[in-house]
């Protein structure tokens, strides 16, 4: 499926029906075709801590599964959880917890707690762009997000996302570019601009990773049989 045939399983309230098979035929595929030594699907460890399957990028949207799970090491990360996208967020949560913590950011030239970095992508390579604007960030609202729910975040909203309840989650996500947002994330005061190659992730892990995350959309979605 694509991005607005996704779309349209959510908006219709059937995606808890057919998203999860769809997954898990993704996940089945890309194992299948590890196994035989190719690649077509990279299993990209992403900074925010969760494996990324890029699925989909055409034009202004794009769509991925996104793993969070114990089997993969977390890629370091040079700035800090807090970010905010230039593209509008649609999810689907496939098995597991997902809680999406929004935090209030205000300027603060004197007393700024954190430096705002403009995030600029190309391919694998990430440009951390220091911006010099300190700020202050607190929390503010949550929102908790389970098994077969989704949810949608605006572009430009900073926040950050936390699994609840163990280790492993897993979602599909859907991206839509907006015009005139940047990509942002909060480091340290003290840090300069710098330069992050994103990594693929250990071929051993990856099977791991996949087979886990497979039998967790299975284990969350098969009815019993009566």
Same mark, same amino acid.
């Given at each position: 499926?694509?991005?607005?045939?996704?779309?349209e399983?959510i908006?219709?309230?059937? $995606?808890?029906? +057919?998203?999860p098979?769809?997954?898990?035929?993704i996940? @089945?595929?890309?194992l !299948?075709?590890? =196994?035989? #030594? /190719?690649?077509?699907v990279?299993?990209?460890?992403?900074?925010?801590?969760?494996?990324?399957l890029?699925?989909?990028?055409?034009?202004?949207?794009?769509?991925?599964?996104?793993?969070?799970?114990?089997?993969?090491?977390?890629?370091?990360s040079?700035?800090?959880?807090?970010?905010?996208?230039?593209?509008e967020?649609?999810?689907?949560?496939?098995?597991?917890t997902?809680?999406?913590?929004?935090m209030?950011?205000?300027?603060a030239? $004197?007393?700024? +707690?954190?430096q705002v970095?403009?995030?600029?992508?190309? @391919?694998?390579?990430? !440009?951390?762009? =220091?911006? #010099? /604007?300190?700020?202050?960030?607190?929390?503010?609202?949550?929102?908790?997000?389970?098994?077969?729910?989704?949810?949608?975040l605006?572009?430009?909203?900073f926040?950050?996302t936390?699994?609840?309840?163990?280790?492993?989650?897993?979602?599909?996500?859907?991206?839509?570019q907006?015009?005139?947002?940047?990509?942002?994330?909060?480091g340290?005061?003290?840090?300069?601009?710098?330069?992050v190659?994103r990594?693929?992730s250990?071929?051993a892990?990856?099977?791991?990773?996949?087979?886990?995350?497979?039998?967790?959309i299975?284990?969350?979605?098969?009815s019993?049989?009566?």
């Amino acid at each position: 499926m694509k991005y607005e045939e996704i779309r349209e399983e959510i908006r219709a309230g059937t $995606a808890a029906r +057919t998203l999860p098979p769809w997954a898990g035929r993704i996940l @089945g595929g890309v194992l !299948e075709e590890a =196994a035989a #030594g /190719r690649s077509s699907v990279p299993a990209v460890r992403h900074p925010l801590g969760f494996l990324c399957l890029p699925l989909e990028r055409s034009s202004d949207l794009g769509v991925c599964l996104h793993i969070w799970t114990p089997e993969v090491r977390p890629a370091p990360s040079t700035t800090s959880p807090v970010h905010c996208h230039s593209w509008e967020l649609l999810s689907f949560v496939l098995y597991g917890t997902v809680r999406n913590v929004r935090m209030d950011v205000s300027e603060a030239a $004197a007393t700024g +707690t954190h430096q705002v970095f403009e995030v600029v992508s190309r @391919g694998d390579l990430d !440009e951390l762009r =220091a911006t #010099g /604007r300190a700020v202050h960030c607190a929390p503010a609202k949550s929102s908790t997000h389970r098994t077969g729910e989704s949810y949608t975040l605006p572009a430009g909203v900073f926040h950050s996302t936390l699994i609840e309840d163990g280790l492993d989650a897993a979602t599909v996500a859907l991206g839509r570019q907006t015009p005139g947002g940047g990509d942002l994330s909060l480091g340290p005061l003290d840090v300069p601009s710098h330069k992050v190659r994103r990594s693929r992730s250990d071929h051993a892990d990856t099977l791991r990773a996949l087979r886990r995350s497979a039998r967790r959309i299975a284990a969350a979605h098969c009815s019993p049989r009566r």
